[in-house]
């Protein structure tokens, strides 16, 4: 799935942007599912994810199955 080169509008960065300088935004995507990009570099590319998989990447990190700690 790719991010058309035209989505300028509807970025949303995150919450903790102004405490890390390591953040992303994201993007909802008019065919479903959610864009990802460097909150740094938004001229970058950005990463497009399913419906699905955007859920199941959410429903992970909830449950602390992504946590380096």
Do not use: H, I
Not at 12 to 19: G, I, N, P
Not at 21 to 43: F, I, P
């Amino acid at each position: 799935m790719t991010v058309p080169d035209s989505a300028t509008q509807g970025w949303r960065k995150s919450s903790y942007s102004a405490q890390a300088n390591e953040c992303v935004e994201t993007r909802l995507l008019m065919v479903g599912g959610m864009a990802v990009r460097d909150s740094k570099d938004s001229s970058g590319p950005a990463l497009a994810f399913t419906a699905d998989a955007w859920a199941a990447f959410v429903r992970g990190v909830k449950a602390g199955e992504l946590s380096d700690r």
